[in-house]
């Protein structure tokens, strides 16, 4: 199983960027995808998270407003747009999959981990 995660950047504080996740290697129906973001010395924080199969979308209330995640099922991606950044968005961003709506804001209860995307917000 892999997860690519690309669109990381460096942007100034107010604008946007996108990020892509894609899964491969099984059959990722009845998963969720997440994004978790670890800024330098810190936890790895949840993000958003939307269901595959309905899209069902889920968000930590610090990038409400301001991030929306979706999905194309048929390809098993998810979307993280991103606009109105700030500074204290910087950080690496982890896109994961689960199995299962429990504990989706707890990292380890996610199956399947992409590589991190670098995020830096200038001010």
């Known amino acids: 199983v892999q997860l690519q995660a690309c669109g990381g950047g460096l942007v100034q504080a107010g604008g946007f960027l996108r990020l892509s996740c894609a899964a491969s290697?099984?059959?990722?129906?009845?998963?969720?995808m997440g994004w978790f973001r670890q800024a330098p010395g810190k936890e790895r924080d949840f993000v958003a998270a939307?269901?595959?199969?309905?899209?069902?979308?889920y968000y930590a209330d610090s990038v409400k407003g301001r991030f929306t995640i979706s999905r194309n099922s048929a390809k098993n991606a998810a979307y993280l747009q991103m606009s109105s950044l700030e500074p204290e968005d910087t950080a690496v961003y982890y896109c994961?999959?689960?199995?299962?709506?429990?504990?989706?804001?707890?990292?380890?209860?996610?199956?399947?981990w992409g590589q991190g995307t670098q995020v830096t917000v200038s001010s």
């Open positions: 994961a999959a689960k199995q299962g709506s429990g504990y989706m804001k707890r990292p380890d209860s996610y199956d399947y």
């Open positions: 290697g099984r059959t990722f129906s009845g998963f969720i």
């Open positions: 939307i269901t595959l199969s309905d899209g069902t979308t």
